[in-house]
């Protein structure tokens, strides 16, 4: 196995709970026994267990065409109310926040509503210890969102990421 993804195949085998990433891996047979991870869709199923997330009702949006639909890839249900978790399978350590994710959560945050101010929260893979900052989004003096990035250490153990996620985002 590729070094670089060793950490990454231990949490899929924690996650899973069976084979491993035996339940990722491509249909057919590739040449030199490598192994494919959709890594986009195992930190979003990592995120969803580690946040506790159940039913996510979607957001509707309605065209003349056809209704579309967006949904975030977890709830975190809180004191103060529901708040849209999105796990972003990117090097946020080193780099901002793209305006196309800051749009998508500003989405999240007006539509889950948990309070006065509008808030949703990014779940990003790290391999420093875990962060947090805050973006806040403003139009002349009126916040219109407030977005937390989170950035977990994938090298301790889910189990006490969750518990440690979980208090980032009750805070």
């Known amino acids: 196995m590729n070094v670089h993804y060793f950490a990454a195949h231990n949490w899929a085998a924690l996650l899973l709970r069976t ?13 030199g026994e490598s192994r494919l991870l959709d890594m986009f869709r195992l930190w979003e199923s990592v995120v969803h267990r580690m946040v506790g997330s159940t039913t996510i009702s979607p957001i509707h949006v309605r065209r003349p065409s056809g209704t579309a639909y967006f949904r ?10 529901t708040v849209a978790v999105d796990a972003k399978y990117k090097d946020y350590d080193d780099r901002n926040v793209s305006r196309e994710d800051v749009h998508q ?4 945050s007006s539509a889950y509503r948990a309070s006065e101010t509008p808030r949703a929260v990014i779940v990003h893979p790290s391999e420093s210890t875990t962060t947090s ?3 806040t989004v403003d139009f002349e003096g009126r916040v219109l969102g407030v977005i937390d990035v989170i950035g977990i250490d994938v090298r301790v153990h889910p189990e006490d990421n969750s518990l440690h996620l979980k208090t980032l985002l009750s805070s």
């Open 72 to 81: 975030p890839d977890a709830v975190a249900r809180l004191s103060t109310g």
């Open 19 to 31: 084979g491993g990433v035996a339940d990722l891996m491509v249909q057919h047979e590739l040449p």
């Open 105 to 108: 959560l500003l989405t999240y």
């Open 133 to 135: 900052e805050r973006i």
